[in-house]
């Protein structure tokens, strides 16, 4: 598993997720293509939500498949009046 931060314009902070390839080894990696799975979660979840709390590894392996977990909810936003970050 590999979490990965990245700024987005679009809603102006970094947003967050997690990349779940088949193959362990870093250099096994690179240049093979998978196909990609991206699961989106519920409004309050984060990116370490379903990985973390699911066996999801074992099946995304044997069948060969990237798995992405987006935090779906922007935090850390400072919009005026807004109390929760997500």
Known sequence: ???VQH???T???FMTFMLYLPD?????????AYPAL???????CTHENMPTKTGFAQ?????RIAVIFPD???RKTNI????DDW
Do not use: C, W
Request: aromatic share 10%.
């Open 38 to 44: 991206y699961f989106l979660t519920g409004l309050t």
């Open 7 to 9: 700024y987005s314009s």
């Open 72 to 74: 779906t909810s922007p």
């Open 11 to 13: 809603v102006n902070g």
């Open 80 to 83: 005026d009046k807004i109390a």
């Open 1 to 3: 598993m590999l979490t």
């Open 59 to 63: 099946y995304a392996k044997k069948h």
């Open 24 to 32: 362990a080894e870093v250099s096994k990696q690179r240049g093979k």
